[in-house]
């Protein structure tokens, strides 16, 4: 593995992606044209040099790249090239690649190791590492991967896979360096100098007691600029941040945002130090968690591989269709009840559209933003009627504006003024409809312990159609016909 390895922008994995595949293609290519050639001489030989030839050149391209990269790459890639390269990829960076792609694709890359390989994979994994590829490995690797740590190791692995997914917990690492209160700063610089290199992202050193108990911190800025006879007890800072092993990662996330942290000290309920929490970490779960909600707004209840086979895909779509198809026929139910007010009045055809479209991107808009203020922990019971009697008054404000809007637009059309007071009026109800109703569906679905974003955009859609309908049909059935 080269001692330095570019980090690239997008439109250079991009680059490099093309460049794969074209190996890969070539290599097709030269294969398929070698198999046509039934009589040559040597054919056997010939296949072989060329095939070593696209292969040793892939394999070169590989080994320059970052672990994120290859990931990048893999992620992209159809299921039959990806394990083609996945196979030229050194064992020693195997679990590095593995942490780094999507679980769908880890699944499939995983699927084509055996335990051999996967338990030397594990090998170059520190045990917080492990413990996040735990989930999707074989049982009796896992036992072996146990069964291979040293004694401390296996304690911190068993302790990083005891926390649940969405905790500080799962988030730690145990990389951190502490030192004494009573002892110099030069001590504590001579110390760090035996270290071949720091651990990733160690903005500071951790000040415990003889029984483990966190002191305090000292930051490395601070350690370079002090006197070195000073006692690490007056450079220390008292005035940190710590966080338990059982509190949310979503408030952990939180706090590396409010206080601009690179790292953070994780204690036991008695204060004992027992691992940290790096930015690298926060950054990774929360781009999961973004892209889970994403996802659930969309109804896919996990993560799918791009080029996963037609069932799976099918399995992990099909709740939300099969929801979205229930309301779809009630709204076009809402529809037939008024069947004898279109066919009179075809205007109500054209128009009613109009009503249930902007309906339901204002509901979207509503609950987006109250998914957000939900993970941020910012609506509370109180927070949430002030929330909603805010929206409601947008909802009225923009129903009277666009509302008004169209229904001078419809006067100009139809020259019917009633139908244009009927629009302006579905259109201020709908908006008020799809503001409760982005209020609600998140709160309500938190408080029963459900993920708020889980179908959120096909729930107000359903609301925002079948309510637009009837309330645009009804209106213009009593004051129209």
């Known amino acids: 593995m080269p001692e330095t390895i570019e980090r690239k922008e997008l439109e250079d994995l991009q680059e490099d992606l093309r460049e794969v595949q074209e190996l890969l293609r ?4 030269v294969e398929g044209l ?4 039934e009589r040559m001489a040597n054919r056997e030989l010939v296949e072989q040099l060329v095939h070593r030839q696209h292969l040793a050149e892939l394999g070169r391209k590989l080994e320059g790249m970052h672990p994120a990269d290859i990931a990048y790459i893999l992620e992209a890639l159809p299921l039959d090239e990806r394990l083609a390269v996945w196979e030229l990829v050194k064992a020693d960076r195997d679990g590095e690649i593995l942490l780094e792609v999507s679980d769908a694709v880890r699944e499939t890359l995983i699927r084509s190791m055996d335990s051999h390989e996967l338990l030397a994979a594990a090998e170059h994994l520190d045990a917080d590492e492990i413990a996040d590829l735990a989930p999707d490995l074989p049982a009796d690797v896992l036992q072996g991967v146990f069964r291979s740590l040293p004694v401390e190791e296996r304690e911190e692995l068993r302790a990083a896979m005891s926390y649940p997914e969405d905790s500080v917990g799962a988030l730690m690492d145990f990389e951190e360096i502490s030192v004494r209160e009573d002892v110099t700063l030069e001590v504590v610089t001579r110390y760090l100098r035996r270290f071949e290199e720091l651990p990733d992202h160690t903005d500071q050193v951790f000040v415990v007691d003889r029984d483990e108990q966190l002191k305090g911190v000292l930051p490395i800025s601070k350690l370079v600029v002090t006197d070195l006879d000073a006692l690490v007890r007056d450079a220390m800072v008292t005035d940190y941040v710590a966080l338990y092993p059982d509190d949310k990662a979503q408030d952990a996330a939180q706090a590396f945002e409010r206080y601009d942290l690179v790292s953070a000290a994780v204690i036991s309920s008695k204060g004992k130090l027992i691992g940290r929490v790096t930015v690298n970490a926060v950054v990774d779960f929360i781009r999961a968690r973004s892209e889970a909600q994403q996802l659930a707004k969309g109804g896919l209840r996990e993560g799918e591989d791009v080029f996963a086979p ?15 198809m229930v309301t779809a026929f009630i709204a076009s139910r809402v529809i037939g009840l008024f069947e004898g007010s279109i066919e009179k009045l075809v205007a109500l055809a054209a128009l009613m559209p109009i009503v249930a479209g902007i309906g339901g991107n204002a509901g979207n808009q509503t609950i987006t933003m109250i998914v957000r203020a939900l993970a941020l922990g910012q609506v509370g019971d109180e927070q949430s009627r002030q929330l909603l009697r805010k929206e409601l008054g947008v909802a009225v404000v923009n129903g009277l504006i666009w509302g008004g809007v169209l229904g001078l637009v419809a006067y100009w059309l139809y020259g019917s003024m009633p139908l244009g007071l009927v629009m302006t009026a579905a259109m201020t109800l709908n908006l008020l409809l799809a503001a409760l109703a982005g209020v609600l569906i998140p709160v309500v679905r938190m ?3 459900f993920d708020p974003a889980l179908g959120s955009s096909v729930m107000i859609t359903a609301f925002t159609d079948s309510g637009g309908f009837l309330i645009f049909l009804g209106l213009a059935t009593i004051f129209l016909l």
């Open 310 to 324: 037609v069932w799976q895909s099918v399995k992990n779509r099909w709740t939300w269709l099969a929801i979205n």
């Open 26 to 29: 070539r290599q097709q290519l």
């Open 34 to 37: 070698v198999e046509r050639q």
């Open 447 to 449: 408080r029963l312990g």
